[in-house]
């Protein structure tokens, strides 16, 4: 295992290095000068020229490229021409906002999504599965950005129960109450989710529960909960786990829309801002953010493989 893990982590270089190569290259293949279309048709030639300076536009796409990578490799991600702040700290403010919308998404989805599929897929063709595979439509169904409103007019303009939208930050206030904020946008985000959750569990159960391993634990006279809990869910785990870090990886590295209704200082709400004020630097920073979180995750989930199924082993070659 360590070696595999060594070896991954090796594969990581390459692929990190496409990602700068593609941030690097579609932020030059966008029509127009980035130091014109910054700021805008009533700028002067001299002030075009001094940001194109300031951002290295006037060297070759070798020297630029080059200069981009040097930086980003000892975790210099340049500045900021929007927030006047160097772009890894622009980045680091937004992540706060983003890990606990993220881990309280991932709890809604752990116990709405995994124990409906789990009941859809013990009790198939009853109402129970019915009802989930309702639920699984509908959540897949609604639009974010419309459920959201909806709950904010109800949950907090109506019944006042909790704010609007928003997000102090707990970390700098040191008040845990201002969680209260994510709620909300919590709830949203985790139905659309857990719906996906729960129709992966649900098949993926209904497989395993048809295998002859589980009608031979059945025959040995096991009870229903061992055979469930140690033969089915964990076969049937992996594809889980996947969906589950994948979903993850999606909310930790921004879900725009949700965080514009709600009005969420995160890496969602942070790209579509920077990409608003044509902030190239901000862009390939959070780029190259969101690349590294898949990847990381991505690594997880795989050596999660060999807890979950003992006949996942792994090696160096």
Partial sequence: MPAYIAKRLLYLVPTLLFVLAGSFL????????????????EASVTQ????????????????????????????DLGKSLYFRQPVLDV????????????????????????????????????WLDKGVLAFALLGASIPSFWLGLMLMLIVSVQLGWLPTSGFVSVLQTGNLANLRG????????????????????????????????????????????????RHAMRNAGIPI?????????????GTAVTETVFALPGIGRLL??????????????????????????????DVSYSLLDPRVRYDAR
Avoid: H
């Fill in 241 to 253: 786990v996947t969906v589950l870090g994948f979903t993850f990886a999606g909310l930790l590295s």
């Fill in 91 to 126: 980045v680091l403010a937004r992540c706060e906002t983003s890990l606990l919308l993220a881990l309280l998404s991932m709890l809604f989805v752990l116990l709405a999504g995994v124990p409906a599929g789990i009941v859809a897929g013990l009790k198939p063709n009853t």
């Fill in 182 to 229: 994510l709620v909300l946008p919590s709830i949203v985000l985790g139905m659309a989710n857990s719906a996906l959750v729960a129709r992966m569990t649900r098949t993926n159960l209904l497989e395993v529960m048809r295998a002859d391993y589980i009608t031979t634990a059945r025959a040995k006279g096991l009870p229903d909960r061992i055979v469930i809990l």
């Fill in 26 to 41: 579609l932020m030059r293949l966008i029509p127009g000068d980035p130091a014109a279309l910054m700021l805008g048709p």
């Fill in 48 to 75: 075009i020229d001094a940001l194109r300076e300031e951002m290295g536009l006037n060297r070759s796409v070798v020297v630029q490229f080059w200069e981009y990578l040097s930086r980003t490799v000892t975790g």
């Fill in 272 to 301: 579509v801002d920077s990409v608003l004020a044509r902030d190239y630097p901000l862009i390939q920073g959070v780029m190259v953010f969101v690349a590294i979180v898949y990847m990381v995750l991505n690594l997880l989930v």
